[in-house]
């Protein structure tokens, strides 16, 4: 039996080649490296990946020519926007897409399909690659809305087919990650653009910012879901928008800068200012400096009160030793024994030594308690004295904050007013506390030139069929206004100046006639028969988002009651998908 072969549409080739990507041209760079997590290969897949690739090509089907479209139909912690990510890895899964001997050994032995043909394993999985696929995505960073397709997938049967489970797990927790990531930043230094705190949530004041604007530190590998959950919290946290990890192998790796100071329990293994007699630094003359003596006589002598001279012992002995190692980094975790009274004094008094000595120390973290009223506290000892002893750098002191930060908590601390400048967030951004799936789904649309459907009861679930090419349009402050999906043979597309009737995919009366001042094609060619488009780095994906946040209307940024974004479709495809339904739809008869 003969069957349609696949081959990359002429249409799908004419809007390559308007998108700058015909042969992909200087945009191709070599074949990619291995993915990152040496887990993701071909036998990264549920079973009924594999039954049904054998199943395809049983039936001489898996060189059909295939569409699929991968993409989510609800935006995550009930927003109104979500952050694209994970494409790079996905790229790189293609480029390197076989099975190996040993893959095929086990697959051949498994009980559910050792009554398969050897054919399957010997020829078609043995020399399966994706040579023949072709993929058009958003890109990385992108903010994406409900069923604009993240990625399309264009090729044969069984080779698309056996791409969905792996390709979903490349994208679903990135873009998760990535999502939360940014709402957190959204939630504690808002976008980046002049929009004040108030107006990104339903309360709170401009006053109340930070003398800084904060930086956020992504702390959450020792509460992610294992290594590799770590890891991939890291890299798209950061394109989320965090300003660095405290996980030292993603920096290794990535290049992301990392941040981190000391623990509770490095205070605890010191028990008495013995421990630092005999730790020294030299002043800018060159000359030796026992720190211990220096710190005790500004303790004793300029510090007036007896609050200072009954700060902690052990702990002053911790900052001493802490101080002798890291000078010039000089970050302190002050609550283990008593914030204000103790651990916040104890730095002071060893960041004047150091001050003397011509370093410049950090800054303070606070992990427990009130840590609005802290940090104002922290803050107004600094500035009292920086004025009254004449040290400039009191006022310029970091301010650390962690302990179970969430977006709620940020919201929350804008509206008490704080001084914190810089988030430590682990556990409720790793793990994705609010939510812990974004739900991407790979749908079959298009098959041997012929749009699929799928129908369902619950209205959220009815697929758009048809190969479909996704536009923005923008308005006249330069705002998106809506995103449109049309038919990839439509015409006219839409275009800037031109009017085009917008509708809801489901709904009849909802409909809207768009003339836009800006045009902008959402996907683009990213992998052609084995060659790859140039992925940006982390740093150009990471300012892609933040670009994008700043021209985001604030009320579909902010926490509560956010206005939806709207998808819609072209009158055609409107039309055509409400056809199609009524005919694959079973009449019923009642009696």
Known sequence: MSTPSCTVSSQSAAAAESNGDAGMGAAVSALPPLPTNSLVSPMLTDLYQITMAYAYWKANRHNECAVFELFFRKN?????????????????HLANFRFSSSDLEYLRNNPGLKHCEPAFFDHYLANLDCSEVKVCALEEGRICFPRIPLIIV??????????ETTLLTLVNYPSLIATNAARMVVAARGTGSPISFASLDEGGSPDNRPKKTPKLVEFGLRRAQGADGGFSASRYSYIGGFDATSNVQAGKILGVPIAGTHAHSFVQAHSSLDEAR???LQDQSGNDVELLGAVLKYRNDVLQGDSWATTNDSELAAFISYASSFPDNFLCLIDTYDTIRSGLRNFIMVSLVLDDLGHKPTGVRLDSGDLAFLSI????VFSDLALELDRPFLRDLDIVASNDINESVLHSLNKQGHRITVFGIGTNLVTCQAQPALGCVYKLVELNGKPRIKLSQDIVKVLIPGRKVAYRMYGGKDWPLIDVLVFADESPQPAVGHRILCRHPFVEQKRVAVTAKRVETLHSLVFNKGFVKKQPSLAEAKEHVKEQLKVMRPDILRRVNPAEYKVSVSNDLFNYLHKMWQTETPVVELS
Not at 78 to 91: C, I, K, S
Not at 154 to 163: A, N, V
């Open 377 to 380: 506290e922290c803050d107004q």
């Open 76 to 92: 995550p912690f009930a927003g109104e926007y979500t952050v694209f990510a994970g494409l790079d890895e996905v790229v790189k």
């Open 154 to 163: 264009e090729g044969p049967l069984g080779i698309s087919q056996l791409l």
């Open 278 to 280: 005999g730790m020294t």
